[in-house]
């Protein structure tokens, strides 16, 4: 079994429509969409739920209002003034505390110090993951919550139940639509992945965050490869990102043109070889025979 992930510097390079792409080419393989900030794979694979799961990703404290005596020492001991005194009445004092659950960090040290036991430190349902069919296959999904964290862990649980499915139907291939960036998300999509493919497009912020997002490849020793999509935006600095890579001993297996077509594929809801069989289609195909040769232990440059 191999994993493919596909990530990009910054946002909005065309990264997830070239998994979709890879999702209509690829023949036995499980899809993860492990961008659970702002998913939007489902968008065009229109996947059918099959399982409904809550995701607890920490904990978060509360106030048993009855029990609180308003000594204050939550407040005195909450690094995050999550503890606010703000409560209502009780039987022993006329006001009492309270904790914001947007501020609370679920570290639990009020819970520890709380003299009178009036703090309850429940599991906290950060968003919800889903194992769902679409028509190129088995799909892993998620949604984060609203101002909810813990997304590498996530991304971690939707990696493993992706390797899951994948041994129980005998799927050879694991296609990971990662994160943008180089933060924990990304780190929790790459790590002991058998190859990453970086999206990028010749602008100066994503010729920046490309150097990053290789760099931490490199450090955790994966195979990484390129693609610049949208190259004739601006030929020149598409050149420049090409010597840079190739200076790094790094690929770049594509070159694909800025076109209208993925749009109107987007809106459509189908991947570019679906919608498609222009100029396009044949240069995302020929991605995708250097990632699988890649894949399969070739060398490709």
């Not at 919550?145 to 939707?158: M, T």
């Not at 998300?185 to 990453?196: H, N």
Request: glycine share 8%; hydrophobic share 45%.
């Amino acid at each position: 079994m191999k994993e493919l992930v596909v990530i990009s510097g910054k946002g909005g390079t065309g990264k997830t429509s070239i998994v979709a792409a890879f999702a209509s080419l690829a023949e036995n393989a499980v899809l993860a969409d492990c961008d659970v900030d702002a998913a939007d794979l489902h968008l065009i694979l229109a996947p059918d739920i099959k399982q409904r799961n809550d995701f607890i990703g920490g904990k978060r404290a509360s106030v048993i209002t009855e029990k609180c005596i308003g000594c204050g020492k939550c407040a005195q001991v909450c690094n995050f003034d999550a503890a606010v005194f703000d409560g209502p009445v009780n039987d022993l004092v006329r006001k009492t505390y309270k904790i914001d659950p947007v501020a609370c960090e679920g570290c639990g040290v009020c819970v520890h110090f709380c003299p009178a036991d009036a703090i309850e430190f429940k599991d906290a349902v950060n968003g919800q993951w889903f194992i769902s069919d679409t028509r190129f296959g088995p799909m892993v999904h998620a949604e984060l919550g609203i101002a909810e964290e813990n997304s590498g862990k996530l991304v971690s649980l939707i990696r493993k139940q992706a390797k899951q499915i994948a041994a129980q139907h005998n799927k050879d291939l694991i296609i990971v639509d990662g994160s943008p960036g180089i933060g924990c998300p990304v780190i929790a999509s790459i790590t002991a992945a058998d190859l990453v493919l970086v999206v990028t497009e010749p602008t100066v912020s994503a010729q920046h965050d490309l150097e990053r997002v290789i760099e931490l490849a490199g450090h955790f020793k994966i195979p990484t490869l390129v693609c610049i999509n949208k190259y004739d935006i601006n030929r020149k600095m598409a050149a420049e990102i090409a010597r840079k890579i190739d200076n790094r001993n790094i690929a770049v297996v594509g070159r694909i043109p800025y076109d209208t077509t993925v749009t109107k594929a987007q809106i459509a809801g189908q991947s570019i070889i679906e919608y498609s069989n222009n100029g396009l289609s044949e240069q995302i195909k020929s991605l995708w025979l250097a990632v699988s040769e890649r894949l399969a232990g070739k060398e490709v440059g």
